[in-house]
């Protein structure tokens, strides 16, 4: 029997539940993840770094992605430095082709982390992401709506340099702890007010929480313990959740898969299938279609890309990572065309 035609929030929800669907779905979450490139800015007509700041310019970008039939959602915010920037980090809105990004770290040493700020979930551009999705669930769309999160390691590293950051978290654990329970109790604060506000999925990205720099033992004490606090924070809501951590994880299946969120976002270099061996049917998997070959190749090459990943061990079709901002826009409109099989 042949299965009906879903609606977007359908497909992406029959699919977490593991239900019968028409095909797969294809996202592209937001937030590191990032879905917008000039050329969607030129079509939409909505511009960085306006839409950064301004909640109804954000919900208009985040709609025109779908609206220009790139993915299968509406996801904000367009960076992964909110956070960061609440606690106090120096940030650039950036321009048309470059995101925000970090200028000024907010403190030297995790000595220093009492000093930070605590931040309000009613004020400056966190504000105006869970504004952006209040507008966007009023709009009633079809689409499911993904509130974005940075993960607990990687606002550490925008609010404190990386590599004092990761030399501390040996040194002085105690202290690290402290920090990284404050940061977390931020984030999940952002992610409850987000689910309050109408998403339907959040997403939680962590790229500097990978088991390559951290080895098992790190991951399993840092990476894992502070992501599940968020995810337990927002389940209470009803929503979905999927963290992404970049770099390869093969080292770090074991503690993986002891994170709670319904799904697992990949990187590009991951084997999906090797990956849903190690980890079991106990979380959906997301991804990972290379994002540099997205930027770089034409439509039939991203057709492929698509159909490939649609045969593989994807539940769910992805970029691997954020859009290249220069990628072409026939070449992410050609994705969910090959899956709907409009292109031969």
């Known amino acids: 029997m042949e299965v009906r035609k879903l609606t977007e929030r359908e497909r992406l929800f029959a699919a977490f539940n593991r239900e019968e669907i028409d095909r797969k779905p294809l996202i592209c979450p937001g937030g590191m993840m990032n879905m917008i490139t000039t050329a969607l800015m030129d079509a939409s007509g909505v511009y960085w770094p306006e839409a950064h700041i301004d909640p109804v310019k954000m919900a208009d970008m985040a709609q ?29 809105l950036g321009n048309t082709v470059a995101e925000p990004h970090v200028t000024e770290y907010a403190i030297k040493t995790v000595d220093d982390w009492e000093t930070l700020p605590t931040p309000n979930v009613n004020e400056g551009r966190m504000a105006v992401v869970i504004e952006a999705i209040k507008i966007l669930k009023s709009r009633d769309l079809p689409v499911p709506i993904v509130g974005n999160v940075v993960g607990p390691i990687s606002v550490a590293n925008s609010v404190q340099d990386a590599v004092t950051y990761y030399k501390e978290m040996r040194k002085k654990p105690e202290k690290m702890h402290a920090f990284m329970s404050f940061v977390t109790k931020t984030c999940a604060d952002f992610a409850v007010e987000m689910a309050k506000a109408g998403a339907d999925l959040i997403c939680i990205s962590d790229p500097s929480g990978t088991g390559e720099i951290l080895g098992p ?109 220069g990628s072409p826009l026939e070449n992410i409109q050609t994705l969910l065309k090959a899956l709907d099989g409009e292109v031969a």
């Not at 025109?64 to 106090?88: K, L």
């Open 217 to 325: 033992k790190m991951f399993d004490e840092y990476c894992v313990t502070y992501v599940n606090e968020i995810i337990r924070a927002v389940k209470p809501y009803g929503v979905k959740t999927l963290v992404h951590i970049c770099g390869q994880m093969s080292s770090v299946y074991e503690q993986m898969d002891k994170i709670e969120a319904d799904a697992l976002s990949f990187d590009a270099i991951v084997s999906l299938r090797k990956a849903k061996e190690a980890l079991g049917e106990k979380h959906i998997i997301v991804g990972n279609i290379s994002t540099f070959a997205l930027e770089t190749n034409n439509t039939e090459k991203a057709a492929a890309l698509a159909r490939n990943c649609a045969k593989g061990a994807s539940d769910v079709i992805a970029p691997a990572c954020g859009l290249g901002t």
């Open 64 to 92: 025109a992605s779908w609206e220009q039939r790139c993915f299968e959602n509406v996801g904000v915010p367009f960076c992964m430095t909110v956070e960061a920037e609440a606690m106090g980090a120096q940030v650039t």
